[in-house]
């Protein structure tokens, strides 16, 4: 059983404060769900974890079985058992998606399991030897992150809004295969949303509601339906 | 005794009057100076010739990546010190001598030719029969030894033929090589060259190209530099007759203190021309690279197509990158452009290949891999895989350091 603990996190963007205390807390296998409205912090919680140039860690910790990820380099993190599937997975020309896992790591016969993954997902085979992300589609794009997370298999994966911009048959690609990885491994899922639709596809444990940069509500599945019905406002003041 | 003396020597023994006449035009032009605007940024202020005596020596055996090119070819021929040493494989309508130094007024204002032309001991000549078709290459693998040796390659290929020739050059530390090619491509000819130069690199190459490409005749080249300390690299193309198409392709990785040097001048002087000419490379180190080029278009050569572009990628603070790109156009019925770019990697492209799980040093490798691709894909398929592979080598080397 494993543990995923953000403690008070604090991150700047442009030298201004976006997360100011955040905390949350998971173990293998759940499913955790974050919701908030635009600008609340979702996303640059999703980007600083996973070390992104432009996110400034300025307080606070985040360990997964103690181990202090914002001291690593992002590969390193990924060796922690961290990964981010994003919400626009980025161009690179001139890189094969399948060479880019070939020097992940270790992971034995890299292009086999691709094919398996992407098998799973309903991405067409070729497409694993192309560029990454150049010329595809959003729903493979998606899709291709999913390869990466099956290969990878993370101990706990983010998912940056990967349902945004997805139709039905991609998302519920997408939900399956998230919803598996939490049997086959326990892997722990943590899903920045702000739309319903993967919560329909997926059957969440705990739902945190974050504003101005903290959670602000934990809850069942029922905090959503509450969501749904009375929007964010309620939530705001909450804020201390 | 100065490198000077020792050419008259050499250049009294040989009893021809092509090298006297060469060696009295070196002297009368004496070495150029940056003042001189194709020399502008070179480091020619090191080069001292008094350092080098002429090379001589055996050849080396072949390194692995000439061994991985010679056992794709149709025909090897060796040539040491710019001499024609072997010729194995046969391919039909394809013959190889070497001739004597004949005076070539297209390079009566190039010190450094006209150097060539006295000291070197003869033309490698090839000379494709017109209707030649091969399928597997010819390979040209140039060895020299310390000291100062001068390859002349002279390739003659017929009309309506079609083949690929990889020019291969290596040799010993302490080289200064000054090699001088000229390929005339005949009417409705197609030539694929390969040129990939791997001195050591304490070495000073300073190579030379012209092409001259007749009516709806073709030149794909690809110059691929990773050696010598300063390597100088001037690829020129004339096309002189209507429908006559040049693509060029020069790639270059600067390591430590490299300077890599690309001149090229592509010359449209009939109707319906084209040219693509694509420049890229990377330095590190202290490394830098000086690309300049030149597109010139005659009155008179209309729906000429030429466009040049030239990408730098630093991979250092302390490398650099000069990219002058020049037009000289002298009719209005033309397409031109040109482009050219000098930055780092792409620092958000790099954290999502981390993100993925790949090292900082795993990402860049694959990054610069990958902004080379298309230069190594290029390449005829017989020798894109050696190419890659040495270059793959290369890279982990620059990326390690």
């Excluded at chain 2, 005829?380 to 592979?389: R, Y």
Aim: with cysteine; hydrophobic share 40%; charged share 25%.
């Amino acid at each position: 059983m494993s543990h995923f603990v953000i403690d008070e996190l604090r991150v700047e963007v442009a030298g201004k404060e976006v997360l100011r205390g955040l905390s949350l807390e998971m173990s293998s296998g759940e499913v955790h769900v974050i919701m908030g409205p635009n600008g609340s912090g979702k996303s640059t919680l999703a980007h600083a974890l996973a070390g992104h140039p432009g996110y400034r860690v300025t307080g606070g910790r985040a360990t997964i079985d103690g181990v202090d990820l914002l001291t690593l380099a992002p590969a390193e993190r990924v060796s922690a058992g961290l990964f981010l599937a994003l919400q626009h997975p980025l161009d690179v020309p001139g890189v094969r998606l399948v060479d880019a896992l070939a020097a992940a790591g270790e992971l034995g016969e890299v292009r086999e399991r691709m094919s398996e993954e992407a098998a799973r997902v309903g991405l067409r085979d070729e497409l694993l030897d192309r560029f990454m992300n150049v010329d595809l589609s959003g729903g493979e794009r998606k899709r291709a992150e999913m390869v990466q997370f099956g290969v990878l298999r993370p101990r706990f994966a983010i998912l940056d809004e990967i349902d945004s911009g997805l139709d039905v048959d991609a998302l519920g690609a997408v939900a399956r295969r998230l919803a598996q990885a939490t049997a086959e491994w326990s892997c722990g899922v943590l899903a920045i949303t702000h739309f319903r639709r993967l919560l329909q596809e997926m059957t969440p444990d705990v739902i945190h509601v974050v504003s101005s940069g903290r959670v602000v509500a934990s809850g069942g599945p029922e905090l959503a339906e509450k969501l749904e019905a009375e929007g964010y406002e309620p939530f705001s003041a909450l804020e201390s | 005794m100065t490198f000077l003396d020792q050419a008259r020597i050499v250049v009294r023994d040989a009893q021809q009057a092509p090298r006297t006449l060469a060696l009295e035009a070196f002297e009368a032009l004496g070495l150029p100076t940056t003042s001189d605007e194709v020399w502008r940024y070179a480091p020619l202020r090191e080069l001292d010739l008094d350092t080098f005596s002429l090379a001589q020596g055996l050849a080396p055996s072949s390194s692995s990546v000439a061994q991985g090119l010679s056992t794709r070819a149709a025909l090897l021929i060796r040539v040491h010190n710019g001499e024609l040493i072997e010729v194995r494989g046969e391919a039909p309508g394809v013959s190889v001598r070497q001739r004597p130094v004949e005076t070539d007024e297209r390079f009566a204002q190039d010190a450094f030719s006209q150097l060539a032309f006295a000291l070197s001991p003869g033309v490698v000549e090839i000379t494709v029969e017109p209707g030649t078709v091969l399928e597997e290459p010819v390979v040209v693998e140039s060895t020299v030894s310390r000291g100062a040796s001068f390859p002349l390659t002279s390739l003659v290929v017929g009309a309506r033929s079609s083949l690929s020739v990889v020019e291969h050059l290596s040799g010993e530390s302490g080289a200064f090589v000054v090699p001088v090619s000229h390929y005339a491509v005949a009417e409705s000819s197609n030539l694929r060259l390969g040129t990939y130069q791997y001195l050591p690199f304490d070495g000073w190459h300073i190579a030379r190209s012209l092409a001259t490409l007749e009516r709806d005749s073709h030149l794909a080249q690809a110059v691929i530099s990773l050696g010598a300390g300063y390597n100088r690299s001037r690829n020129d193309a004339d096309l002189v007759a209507p429908g006559a198409r040049n693509e060029l392709r020069t790639t270059y990785l600067g390591r430590d203190a490299q300077v890599h040097d690309y001149r090229t001048r592509q010359y449209h002087r009939a109707p319906r021309t084209s040219s693509v000419l694509l420049s890229k490379g990377a330095v590190a180190g202290e490394s830098r690279s000086i690309y300049t080029g030149l597109i010139e278009i005659e009155k008179g050569a209309k729906k000429t197509d030429a466009r040049q572009t030239n990408h730098n990628l630093l991979l250092s603070p302390h490398a650099h990158a000069d990219s002058v790109p020049n037009l000289d156009i002298r009719e209005n019925d033309v397409v031109c452009a040109h482009a050219s770019s000098v930055g780092p990697l792409d620092e958000l492209q790099r954290w999502y290949l981390e993100s993925r799980g790949v090292p900082r040093r795993d990402a860049e490798r694959l990054m610069i891999q990958g902004f080379l691709y298309e230069m190594v894909a290029a390449l005829p398929d017989s020798v894109s895989g050696v190419i890659e592979s040495a270059l793959a080598t290369e890279l982990s080397a620059v990326v390690g350091a």
